[in-house]
């Protein structure tokens, strides 16, 4: 045989022998369906630090009289959302529900509608899909909040961005939760 002949199948043998060495690999695309289900809120000592954080960081910054009241304030109103439900209908609509609020269906990328707050306020809300995430915004009367969903490379977490800003505010309010998928 050959000497080139020899080398060309060791070659071979050797790219054959390193991708079935290789473990499978989830793609990097990441496909609206992939979010439908049900998350619930991991719970870790992290994400709950990391929420804390996100507060303190923006009270540090205000008035020393209001300060710990703000704190406090924020706190109370801010908690981590227990459970998120996504359906996906089509390319272009998707269902999301938090905890007890919706479900409610939204035209991706579409214009924000009015809905019903968790507090049974008007808020605008809209959601989209970009770059392989889910964006939900929220616009309320002295505020607005973001929400963006991304999944882990395996799809078995979801991560919460969550950003929320206020005029009464120095300052945005971020943090990130985890989820584990139920179903």
Known sequence: MPTWAKTAILTL????????AAPPSRSQEVALEDFGGTWQ????????????EGIDRVADQLNIFIREIARGEMRRRIQPEGRVRFAIQSETRATIAVDDWGPHAFELGGAPRSVRGPNGDSIRVGLAFRNGQIVHRELHGQGHRTNVFAL????????????????????????????????
Do not use: C, H, K, V
């Not at 043998?13 to 079935?20: F, H, K, S």
């Open 152 to 183: 882990s490379p395996d799809g078995t977490q979801l991560t919460m961005n969550a950003s929320i800003g206020s005029d009464q505010l120095p300052d945005q309010i971020r943090y990130r939760l985890t989820y584990r998928r139920l179903r």
């Open 41 to 52: 809120f991991n719970r870790t000592r992290r994400d709950l630090r990391d929420l804390e």
């Open 13 to 20: 043998a050797a790219l054959l022998l390193g991708l079935a």
